[in-house]
């Protein structure tokens, strides 16, 4: 059986250098990277409807078992992918201001994000995923070799009441992008 649990934390601990600073960054990670990326890319990879994790429907505020839209996506520059995303995107809050998240595919969503300033973020919160959870199972499908672990970050959008998760896992490739 895969766990889908972590432990999320408010503060990162024993991180440093590059890779801190990509976790740690306030700002949109897509502007991040495309500042650093010529060949910038968004691959689609899924987006379904289906029940968000316990954890991750508790953060939205939905009751287990909720049915959401779950989308994912890996990040690319040039063809290596540095950051897979995994966001949740409950059916109540692609209504008024984010309908039109639901239908991205290739489209970043940082950018619909960070392009509104009337969208609020929660603090980043931080975990080093083992091969066991199903998030570093999902980001690791498109690496050659797997990592010993991977370090992500995830965080509450809201707008107008409405909440999105978006959890970022980071891939060795983004270390290149310094």
Same mark, same amino acid.
């Given at each position: ?6 432990? =999320?934390?408010?503060?990162?601990? +024993?991180? #440093?250098?590059?890779? #801190? ?6 700002? $949109?990670?897509?502007? *991040?990277?495309?500042? #650093? ?23 939205? +505020? ?32 692609? *209504?008024?201001? =984010?309908? /039109?998240?639901?239908?991205?595919? $290739?489209?970043?969503? /940082? /950018? ?25 199972? *999902?980001?690791?499908? *498109? ?5 010993? $672990?991977? =370090?992500?970050?995830? $965080?509450?959008?809201?707008?107008? /009441? ?17």
């Amino acid at each position: 059986m895969i766990n889908s649990t972590a432990t =999320w934390r408010s503060r990162l601990i +024993g991180v #440093r250098g590059t890779q #801190r600073a990509w976790l740690t960054d306030q700002g $949109s990670l897509t502007q *991040r990277i495309l500042a #650093r990326c010529p060949r910038f890319a968004v691959r689609h990879v899924q987006q379904q409807r289906a029940a968000a994790a316990l954890d991750e429907a508790l953060l939205c +505020g939905l009751k287990p078992a909720c049915v959401t839209t779950l989308r994912e996506v890996y990040l690319y520059c040039h063809d290596i992918p540095v950051v897979f995303a995994h966001s949740v995107l409950p059916t109540r809050s692609l *209504r008024g201001g =984010w309908q /039109g998240l639901g239908k991205l595919g $290739s489209k970043p969503l /940082g /950018g619909a994000l960070f392009a509104n300033p009337l969208v609020q973020r929660t603090p980043l919160q931080f975990t080093r995923l083992s091969p066991r959870h199903r998030l570093y199972q *999902r980001a690791c499908e *498109r690496l050659p070799q797997r990592p010993a $672990s991977l =370090w992500a970050r995830r $965080s509450l959008f809201s707008l107008g /009441g409405k909440h999105i998760l978006v959890t970022e896992v980071f891939l060795p490739g983004i270390l290149e992008l310094s």
